[in-house]
């Protein structure tokens, strides 16, 4: 049948866009944000070419990419201390984030109990119990990756908790009424329909577990971005606070960008993958 014109059933086959559609895409999702950060790096240029600002205070663009080249060595030391520290603390509250919520649902019980306590620990301020944190754990690679999980894990629960319980009943009924059994059903249609509202959780938690990495490393450490930061501002080396500022922000772009990748060739079908609108990058 020719791709293109209706079929048996009347609805019309569509074409999968080539690689030129697919680049205009792109393109078209991505020009404004790519506008809006040649004026805010064009504001700083002139801020600090026209002295507006003291240089110690604001540095130029100039002076901030002379330590990103001229110390690339130095800066990605800790940004892949950073990295690991943010990867493997969004990977424990990814992991123990779904295996809760899948008890939670199952379970009222469960729920009932173990959702005040997770509200309590997410209105606690993370900067608040970090010193606790380097005082139990010492000053290694844990309370980073530790504080990073519980920035992380908020989001990944209430976006699996909000997916699974966001399947059409008239779904759950009829696998009921063919003799499914729960587990079945579990993996063919709770989780599959719950994937969506878990991708949502999971571009907020990625970005949030950077943050906490950084929160832990302010707190207590040796190496990171975070030692990176305190140790210029501490020196009034703004030039190098700044790029630690923009390395790290990059970090959270790349891995974010990392999830809708992932959620793009996971989830094909949803209705969230088949236009390109504001708030996805591919």
Same mark, same amino acid.
């Not at 079929?7 to 792109?26: N, Q, T």
């Not at 009932?112 to 606790?132: G, M, R, S």
């Not at 909000?162 to 008239?170: F, H, I, Q, R, S």
């Not at 990495?213 to 990176?228: Q, T």
């Given at each position: 049948?020719?791709?293109?014109? $209706?079929? =048996?059933?009347?609805?019309? /086959?569509?074409?999968?866009? !080539?690689?030129?559609?697919?680049?205009?895409?792109?393109?078209? %999702?991505?020009?404004?944000?790519?506008?809006?950060?040649?004026?805010?790096?064009?504001?700083?240029?002139?801020?600090?070419?026209?002295?507006?600002?003291?240089?110690?205070?604001?540095?130029?663009?100039?002076?901030?990419?002379?330590?990103?080249?001229?110390?690339?060595?130095?800066?990605? *030391?800790?940004?892949?201390?950073?990295?690991?520290?943010?990867?493997?603390?969004?990977?424990? /509250? =990814?992991?123990? !984030?779904?295996? %809760? /919520?899948?008890?939670?649902?199952?379970?009222?019980?469960?729920?009932?109990?173990?959702?005040?306590?997770?509200?309590?620990? *997410?209105?606690? $301020?993370?900067?608040?119990?970090?010193?606790?944190?380097?005082?139990?754990?010492?000053?290694?690679?844990?309370?980073?990756?530790?504080? /990073?999980?519980?920035?992380?894990?908020?989001?990944?629960?209430?976006?699996?908790?909000?997916?699974?319980?966001?399947?059409? $009943?008239?779904?759950? *009924?009829?696998? %009921?009424?063919?003799?499914?059994?729960?587990? *079945?059903?579990?993996?063919?249609?709770?989780? $599959?329909?719950?994937?969506?509202?878990?991708?949502?959780?999971?571009?907020?938690?990625?970005?949030?577990?950077?943050?906490?990495?950084?929160?832990?490393?302010?707190?207590?450490? #040796?190496?990171?971005? !975070?030692?990176?930061?305190?140790?210029? #501002?501490? #020196?009034?080396?703004?030039?190098?606070?700044?790029?630690?500022?923009?390395?790290?922000?990059?970090?959270?772009?790349?891995?974010?960008?990392?999830?809708?990748?992932?959620?793009?060739?996971?989830?094909?079908?949803?209705?969230?993958?088949?236009?390109?609108?504001?708030?996805? %990058?591919?």
């Amino acid at each position: 049948m020719p791709s293109g014109t $209706p079929g =048996v059933s009347g609805v019309s /086959a569509r074409d999968r866009p !080539g690689a030129g559609e697919r680049l205009a895409r792109v393109v078209d %999702a991505g020009w404004r944000p790519a506008v809006l950060l040649i004026a805010c790096f064009a504001a700083w240029w002139i801020v600090a070419a026209a002295e507006l600002v003291e240089p110690y205070l604001v540095p130029s663009p100039g002076a901030t990419l002379d330590v990103l080249t001229g110390k690339t060595s130095y800066l990605w *030391q800790h940004t892949w201390v950073t990295t690991y520290e943010t990867l493997l603390g969004f990977a424990i /509250a =990814v992991a123990v !984030g779904v295996l %809760a /919520a899948v008890v939670m649902v199952y379970s009222s019980t469960v729920e009932k109990t173990l959702y005040p306590i997770l509200l309590f620990a *997410q209105v606690v $301020p993370k900067i608040a119990v970090a010193p606790l944190f380097v005082v139990w754990l010492g000053f290694g690679i844990t309370p980073k990756i530790l504080i /990073a999980v519980l920035i992380a894990f908020f989001p990944v629960v209430i976006s699996m908790v909000t997916g699974l319980k966001a399947v059409d $009943p008239e779904m759950l *009924q009829l696998s %009921a009424t063919m003799g499914a059994k729960p587990w *079945q059903t579990f993996v063919k249609i709770r989780f $599959p329909a719950s994937l969506p509202h878990l991708f949502s959780g999971l571009k907020v938690a990625v970005t949030l577990a950077v943050t906490g990495a950084v929160v832990g490393e302010f707190v207590g450490a #040796n190496e990171g971005l !975070g030692y990176v930061i305190l140790q210029a #501002n501490g #020196n009034l080396d703004t030039p190098m606070l700044f790029a630690g500022l923009l390395v790290m922000s990059l970090i959270g772009v790349v891995l974010f960008v990392l999830v809708e990748i992932a959620e793009k060739l996971l989830l094909p079908w949803h209705a969230s993958r088949r236009d390109v609108g504001a708030t996805t %990058a591919f």
